[in-house]
């Protein structure tokens, strides 16, 4: 059973388009992180937010935190090719434990 | 530094045989992770370890055991590999338990 839930699965637009990826939790986490994998890699990670409603941005991209913990979001304004990859959502227990959504794959056409 | 290291890159082993995978790192990280990854599936959390001697159960432990004698590597062992094992491993590490960062993988294959 997935304790986080990533929507869309799957994701395809064009380049110069926006996109939004969201993950959803029953439980509250004490931290949220987003990481991007590429084929044959391992997953790295892009941002970590900590507060109820947070925001941060990373030049195109938008990352949320909701008020209660338990959802973030990712938006990336004008896609580029280069956007392309898997995105991951994982959630920070107390005690050290760190779980991830099934992950939202993204292709960007030029 | 070199980050999180893996060893093997790849391993094929038959049904019933054993095998340890071995992680790495040189960053005196105290929080250690074992992940497998399977289509459609993300990141399941095998083990985890919060400190040297230290180790704990996570998502998926079944079939596998691990050890953390010293702080800087953390070994994964299948003692009797099945096919549902064929995966690709990911060890991880982190200071704090957040933000963690990933080693380039094992692919394993059990016929």
Not at chain 1, 6 to 17: A, C, D, N, R, Y
Not at chain 2, 74 to 103: K, M, N, R
Request: charged fraction near 15%.
């Amino acid at each position: 059973t997935q304790l986080l839930e990533q929507s869309p699965q799957f994701l395809s637009i064009q380049e110069g388009e926006n996109l939004t990826v969201y993950c959803n939790s029953s439980s509250v986490f004490s931290s949220l992180q987003w990481y991007r994998q590429e084929p044959g890699e391992g997953p790295v990670l892009l941002v970590t937010v900590v507060t109820g409603g947070e925001v941060k941005k990373l030049k195109r991209l938008t990352f949320q935190f909701g008020d209660a913990r338990k959802d973030s979001s990712l938006h990336i304004t004008a896609a580029q090719p280069g956007d392309t990859g898997l995105y991951l959502c994982a959630g920070s227990f107390r005690g050290g434990k760190l779980q991830f959504g099934a992950g939202t794959q993204v292709v960007v056409t030029p | 530094n070199a980050g999180v290291t893996q060893t093997p890159k790849f391993r094929v082993l038959k049904t019933g045989q054993s095998m340890t995978l071995l992680c790495a790192q040189d960053m005196n990280h105290e929080y250690m992770y074992w992940y497998r990854q399977d289509p459609g599936m993300g990141l399941r959390l095998i083990h985890y370890s919060v400190g040297e001697g230290t180790t704990a159960k996570g998502e998926v432990p079944d079939g596998y055991n691990v050890s953390r004698l010293k702080k800087q590597n953390f070994l994964l062992g299948l003692e009797s590999a099945a096919p549902s094992q064929t995966s690709v491993y990911f060890c991880a590490s982190s200071y704090l338990p957040s933000g963690i960062l990933f080693g380039p993988g094992t692919r394993l294959t059990v016929t």
